[in-house]
Structure formats: C-alpha cells, structure tokens
T-cell receptor
Framework: NAGVTQTPKFRILKIGQSMTLQCTQD?????MYWYRQDPGMGLKLIYY???????DKGEVPNGYNVSRSTTEDFPLRLELAAPSQTSVYFC?????????????FGQGTRLTVV | KQEVTQIPAALSVPEGENLVLNCSFT??????LQWFRQDPGKGLTSLLL?????REQTSGRLNASLDKSSGRSTLYIAASQPGDSATYLC?????????????FGKGITLSVRP
C-alpha cells in the first residue's frame, strides 16, 4: 500500500538553485495537489491537477511550476529558489468522484533554502 | 472566500478525558469536510470524511459531527490517550465541484498528559 509517495524527504538548496519535488500515487486518483505548510500558517495550495494534462494555480503559485503527463505523477518544480520557499511541501491526491473525494497525503518534503 | 478557523490553537488534557475539537467555516456551501491528524514531522492522515448530507461519522473513539447551516464541525475524542497527541486539522471542500480545492484550518495541537 504505497499511497502517495514524495521524494526527497529533506533537501537544502542554495538561493537561485532549482529542483524538482517528486510525487507519485498508485491509487489511480484523478486529482492531485501540492500544498506548502509554514509554521502557524496552515496549508496553502500551490497547484492542483484534475487529470493528466490539466493543471491549475492555487493560492500561492508564484515561483513554482507543475506538469501532469501521467495520472500517477505530479512533480513540482522550483526555479530560482528563494528563502521564502523554505517550507514543508505536501503532495495529495483524491479520486474526485461524486461520492468520495477523500484526500490522501504524502509524508512531505522539508525544504530549506539558504 | 472560505475561511476555516480552529480554536484554540493548542490544548492540553489529562489522559482519559473526553474532549471536543472545534472547526468553523464561513461559507456553508460545502461539498464535504475532512478531519486529519498530523504527527510532528509527518504527513497528514485522514481520520474522517463527512459529506454535506451527513450529520456525523464515527471511527473507533472518534466521532465527527457537521452542522452545515451554522458552519461548524466538531471532532469528539473519547477516553483520550497519550498516543492521541498530535495536531488535528479540518478542511472543507466547496460545493463548486468535486475537483475543487480543500481549504484548511491551522490546526489544533493536542497534548494528552499521562
């Protein structure tokens, strides 16, 4: 039962570097999401996708990009990392049908930009 | 814009106590509400999902209720144990569609004292 898998678990980036946070799910879910969680601020939606080839911005998309070439994978790309992107990133997925939209989360990626 | 509030931010109780965690939301046009648990440094684990047509859901010692008209949900934990210590978050999905995004509260950090 893999569920939602995120890699890496931890990463330290220097300002201006780029990286991709990987997310994959094996539940055949249509909907996938990227959130960031900052202390005392709750979870903020960065990007989401309702299916392969379809993505849309959330509340805080600036500085990030996503792609959804397959149902399983939803990578999050950080270009030109900034200290403000220091956060814990969570990927989530849900089936999205009319009856069951329960969301499942990965274990998170803790990113520090120095 | 939907806002989800969880008060207090932190709660400490002795073991064995029955307790209620509150969640309020400003827009009653929700599709469903989900309660999550988050352990320190970990991802979110889904506890209970309540559809807008339901009044409550139960899982073991947990019972979640939903009063959509008043914009409130409660998570009742019976006979609390030290292992229940975690942060509990509620999230609502708006009525605008199953593919719409979860809005989270900031969570309540619960500490159960032995």
């Amino acid at each position: 039962n893999a569920g939602v898998t995120q890699t890496p678990k931890f990463r330290i980036l220097k300002i201006g570097q780029s990286m991709t946070l990987q997310c994959t799910q094996d539940m055949n879910h249509n909907y996938m999401y990227w959130y960031r969680q900052d202390p005392g601020m709750g979870l903020k939606l960065i990007y989401y996708s309702v299916g392969a080839g379809i993505t849309d911005k959330g509340e805080v998309p600036n500085g990030y990009n996503v792609s959804r070439s397959t149902t399983e994978d939803f990578p999050l790309r950080l270009e030109l990392a900034a200290p403000s992107q220091t956060s814990v990133y969570f990927c989530a997925s849900s089936y999205g049908g009319m009856e069951n939209t329960e969301a499942f989360f990965g274990q998170g990626t803790r990113l520090t930009v120095v | 814009k939907q806002e989800v509030t969880q008060i207090p931010a932190a709660l400490s109780v002795p073991e064995g106590e029955n307790l209620v965690l509150n969640c309020s939301f400003t827009d009653s046009a929700i599709y469903n509400l989900q309660w999550f648990r988050q352990d320190p440094g970990k991802g979110l684990t889904s506890l209970l999902l309540i559809q807008s047509s339901q009044r409550e859901q139960t899982s073991g010692r947990l019972n979640a209720s939903l009063d959509k008209s008043s914009g409130r949900s409660t998570l009742y934990i019976a006979a609390s144990q030290p292992g229940d210590s975690a942060t509990y978050l509620c999230a609502v999905r708006p009525l605008t569609g199953a593919n719409s995004k979860l809005t989270f509260g900031k969570g309540i950090t619960l500490s159960v004292r032995p």
